[in-house]
Structure formats: C-alpha cells, structure tokens
C-alpha cells in the first residue's frame, strides 16, 4: 500500500506549477506547446489566452509565425477535439489517440452501410492533398462515390480515417479564415509514425498534470485500458494516495510545491486544459462551482484566485463602430479580498495588454453572460 497522502490543495500546487499557472515561464511557443503536450484549440482565440498566462513575454504574433511557419498545427487528437500540437507531436498522438476515433466512428456506421472504410480513406487523402478542402467540399466530393451515405457521417469517417490539419490563415491572429483541411503529412511535410505505446505519453502527461490517476490520463486522452502501461511503469515512478484513496502516479523528479506557495490570478481560456485533463477535477475547481462554467453548450472563460476556479471573465474589444475603448467583465462565484481583487485587476489589465484589446480598457466586476450577450448584440 502507498502511504505518501496528499491533500486536493498539495495536487493542486502541484499541477498548476506543471502547468507554468504559479510563475510564467521564458519558453518559446513551441517549448511551451510541447511542455503542455498540446492546447484546446476550437476556437482561434483560446491558445493565445492559454499562452498568456503562462509565457513571459508572450505577443500573439509568436504564435502566429509559429503556425505560418509549421512548427505547430491544429488538429483532432485527445477527446476528439482540436488540440494545437508541435509538429513532432501531430504525428505521434494522433497515431495513439487512432483508436478512440475508431470508437467515435462506430457511432455512425447505421449512416455507412455501404462504404468501404479503405477507400473513404484513400479517397479522402486524395481529394485532401490535391489541395486544401473545406469540410463542406471534402463532404460533397465523397457523396458522388456514396450518394446514399449520410452526409455527417461521412465528414465524421473522414476526420476520424486520417490526421486532418486546418491550415492557416485558419488560427492566425485577427487574420484568420474559415477551416480548410489537408494531412498533417502533406502539410508538416512528415511522413506518420508507428503507433507508440502509451508509456511515453504517459510520462509526459504526468509532466504537466500530475500527479494523476490511471483514469485521469484516461480522461485526458480519451483512451481506455491503460493500466498495463502504468504497471510497467511502475518501478519508475512514485505514488500517492489523494483525500479518498485513490492511487496517483507521478515523476519522482517533477516539482511539488508546498500547498501554501502562493497562486497567483490567473486569466484561463474556454476549454483550458487545466480543468478538462482529470476525472477528479477538485484540485482546481470546487465541487460547489461544478457546472457554473456553463451556459447552454456554450462554456466560459474562467480566472482562477488561489489556485481553483473563482469566477468567469469576458472581453468586450472597442475599435471603430464598437466604442473607443475595451471592457473586461469580472464575474467572481464569492467575495474576494480586496488585495485579491486588486491582484484580479492588474491580471486583467495585463492580459488585456497582451491580446491586444483595442483602446482603454475598463476591467470592472459584473455579470459575465450580460457582457456576452451585449457584445453580440453590437
């Protein structure tokens, strides 16, 4: 039996020190991306926001040149979601995560009869390294060859047949475009490798989220049936046991701070890995707030005080025919302190800074989804 114990507070320093939220970090975008073993990415504007709370220094146009130049690259891996990968990376994860997108395709086979898997996927590299394709254009393309097949099934069987990248503009900052797709081997210029075995990826996670469980990784990957890789692993790893005893692995070099070491504000994107990457998520976000990052299927970016999620925040950019000036909305879920509300502030400031918000900015305490609301509105 593991003795060691350690509180939801210790598990929290401990990953939000791997995460680069205790103390910002002088890396690169590529060191950094590579470090996280990858950022949520659905939207264009959360990396940035990630990289903003955690990069000394960091502008947007680094990780736009990133993008231009192919060192990093949008695609579908963990959870099947779009994740920003290095380009080392896009070619050994998406091989790992392969068999849950196969999982995900079975979901739609009643929209497949008739359609061959191994042609779909022929067909699909075809039609995608001949140039860029919409997701719209990839669709019709593959309607011509099975007339009778859903059309949504189809464009699933295409994403989860082959590592499809969104090239840029798609991503690039205040540049952007709608999403057109190629391979990750035809846009990264590297050919895919063998599919890996967990191990590597496992210790890696345990780099920036540990330490962590075997369902946490799972959690974080989207894959089942690990516990033979962390068996093997055993012997180079330490353990622990959290507040209800379950086992954690981890690194016996990785940081862990003391649980008082001050956390300072943080300003999160929507989707930010740190809350997604556990099946126990109380070490940043409290069971009473479970839920109130939602609205809808509409999710909200979050700031943490003290290192757990303490409210929600929005950007209301000004420029021509919008006002002058920015807005950043502060909803806190409880009263703050007025130090940690002061500590808030400069935060907000300071990532408004770096995203470039037009004008002035206002950072002032409100309700978040009227700030959402009225900013669609204009």
Same mark, same amino acid.
């Given at each position: 039996?593991?003795?060691?114990? #350690? *509180?939801? @507070?210790? &598990?929290?320093?401990?990953?939000? /020190? +791997?995460? =680069?939220?205790?103390? !910002?970090?002088? %890396?690169?975008?590529?060191?950094?991306?590579?470090?996280?073993?990858?950022?949520?990415?659905?939207?264009?504007?959360?990396?940035?926001?990630?990289?903003?709370?955690?990069?000394?220094?960091?502008?947007?146009?680094?990780?736009?040149?990133?993008?231009?130049?192919?060192?990093?690259?949008?695609?579908?891996?963990?959870?099947?979601?779009?994740?920003?990968?290095?380009?080392?990376?896009? #070619? *050994?994860? @998406?091989? &790992?995560?392969?068999?849950?997108? /196969? +999982?995900? =395709?079975?979901?739609? !086979?009643?929209? %497949?009869?008739?359609?061959?898997?191994?042609?779909?996927?022929?067909?699909?590299?075809?039609?995608?390294?001949?140039?860029?394709?919409?997701?719209?254009?990839?669709?019709?393309?593959?309607?011509?060859?099975?007339?009778?097949?859903?059309?949504?099934?189809?464009?699933?069987?295409?994403?989860?047949?082959?590592?499809?990248?969104?090239?840029?503009?798609?991503?690039?900052?205040?540049?952007?475009?709608?999403?057109? &797709?190629?391979?990750?081997?035809?846009?990264?210029?590297?050919?895919?490798?063998?599919?890996?075995?967990?191990?590597?990826?496992?210790?890696?996670?345990?780099?920036?989220?540990?330490?962590?469980?075997?369902?946490?990784?799972?959690?974080?990957?989207?894959?089942?049936?690990?516990?033979?890789?962390?068996?093997?692993?055993?012997?180079?790893?330490?353990?622990?046991?959290?507040?209800?005893?379950?086992?954690?692995?981890?690194?016996?070099?990785?940081?862990?701070?003391?649980?008082?070491?001050?956390?300072?504000?943080?300003?999160?994107?929507?989707?930010?890995?740190?809350?997604?990457?556990?099946?126990?998520?109380?070490?940043?976000?409290?069971?009473?707030?479970?839920?109130?990052?939602?609205?809808?299927?509409?999710?909200?970016?979050?700031?943490?005080?003290?290192?757990?999620?303490?409210?929600?925040?929005?950007?209301?950019?000004?420029?021509?025919?919008?006002?002058?000036?920015?807005?950043?909305?502060?909803?806190?879920?409880?009263?703050?302190?007025?130090?940690?509300?002061?500590?808030?502030?400069?935060?907000?400031?300071?990532?408004?800074?770096?995203?470039?918000?037009?004008?002035?900015?206002?950072?002032?305490?409100?309700?978040?989804?009227?700030?959402?609301?009225?900013?669609?509105?204009?």
């Amino acid at each position: 039996m593991t003795t060691k114990p #350690m *509180t939801v @507070r210790a &598990l929290g320093r401990a990953t939000l /020190e +791997r995460q =680069l939220l205790l103390r !910002r970090a002088p %890396l690169d975008v590529a060191e950094a991306v590579a470090h996280l073993v990858g950022l949520q990415a659905q939207e264009v504007r959360p990396p940035y926001v990630t990289l903003a709370a955690r990069l000394a220094g960091f502008r947007p146009a680094a990780l736009s040149t990133a993008l231009e130049e192919r060192r990093v690259a949008r695609l579908v891996t963990m959870r099947s979601t779009i994740h920003l990968h290095t380009a080392a990376d896009c #070619m *050994t994860l @998406r091989p &790992l995560v392969q068999p849950a997108r /196969e +999982r995900e =395709l079975r979901m739609f !086979r009643k929209g %497949l009869v008739g359609v061959d898997p191994a042609r779909l996927c022929a067909l699909t590299r075809e039609y995608a390294e001949a140039e860029p394709r919409t997701p719209k254009e990839l669709r019709e393309l593959l309607l011509k060859e099975w007339p009778a097949a859903d059309p949504q099934s189809l464009s699933v069987a295409a994403r989860c047949s082959l590592p499809l990248v969104q090239v840029t503009p798609r991503g690039l900052w205040r540049r952007g475009g709608g999403v057109r &797709l190629t391979t990750a081997e035809r846009w990264l210029g590297r050919e895919s490798e063998a599919t890996p075995t967990a191990d590597a990826t496992i210790l890696r996670y345990l780099g920036a989220f540990g330490p962590a469980s075997v369902r946490d990784f799972q959690q974080w990957a989207g894959l089942t049936r690990t516990r033979e890789a962390f068996e093997r692993l055993r012997p180079r790893l330490v353990t622990f046991r959290d507040e209800h005893g379950a086992e954690l692995f981890d690194l016996p070099e990785a940081p862990r701070p003391d649980e008082d070491v001050p956390a300072p504000p943080r300003l999160l994107a929507e989707f930010d890995n740190l809350l997604l990457s556990h099946a126990d998520r109380t070490r940043v976000v409290r069971d009473a707030d479970r839920g109130r990052t939602w609205q809808g299927n509409v999710a909200h970016a979050t700031f943490l005080v003290d290192g757990t999620v303490a409210g929600l925040w929005a950007l209301k950019e000004g420029g021509p025919g919008r006002g002058e000036g920015s807005s950043l909305t502060l909803e806190p879920f409880r009263e703050l302190t007025r130090a940690q509300r002061d500590e808030l502030v400069a935060e907000a400031e300071r990532t408004a800074a770096v995203l470039e918000a037009p004008g002035a900015v206002t950072v002032d305490f409100g309700t978040v989804r009227k700030a959402v609301r009225k900013a669609a509105r204009t």
